[in-house]
């Protein structure tokens, strides 16, 4: 059983070197099903974990990406231009950055409740071990494609 891991976690490292960085082109979609897989891998879900877990999982995810979305556009893209904003418009623009901040962490807070009613707290924590894991393996195969695998 061990061995299979192994040899998945080894698939699934050269599958995602393969399909990210084969191709020139950005693609979330490659990067999210790729993250479902190494998630699906390392929580190794039962199929009625995995039927309560992925919609409120995805639901949590739309979520999050529209807050990045609101930051990247409401807040730090007015930021390219820092020297021409009033001191009343930074203030604004900060007061906006809390309230966002404050809603990110109220809807953590409502997926880990939610997430709590379908997998343990164990694997609650595997999940958010998981998701940097897949996280810091991603940058790292991004910093060695960039740098010419020099690393």
Do not use: C
């Not at 039962?46 to 999982?57: D, G, L, V």
């Not at 694997?123 to 998981?130: G, N, Y």
């Amino acid at each position: 059983m061990n061995i299979s891991k192994n040899i998945l976690t080894i698939v699934f490292v050269l599958s995602t070197t393969t399909l990210l960085f084969g191709q020139r082109e950005f693609n979330k979609d490659k990067i999210k099903s790729l993250k479902v897989a190494y998630i699906t891998e390392r929580l190794d879900l039962t199929s009625k974990e995995a039927q309560a877990f992925w919609p409120i999982y995805n639901a949590h995810e739309e979520q999050m990406e529209g807050f990045r979305e609101k930051e990247r556009s409401q807040i730090y893209g007015k930021l390219r231009d820092m020297e021409s904003l009033s001191d009343k418009e930074s203030e604004v623009l900060f007061k906006n950055l809390i309230a966002l901040e404050n809603e990110k962490h109220e809807a953590d807070q409502k997926f880990l409740k939610d997430i709590q009613n379908v997998i343990s707290a164990k694997k609650t924590f595997l999940l958010l071990k998981t998701e940097r894991g897949f996280k810091r393996r991603l940058l790292q195969q991004y910093r060695q494609k960039n740098s010419g695998g020099n690393r």
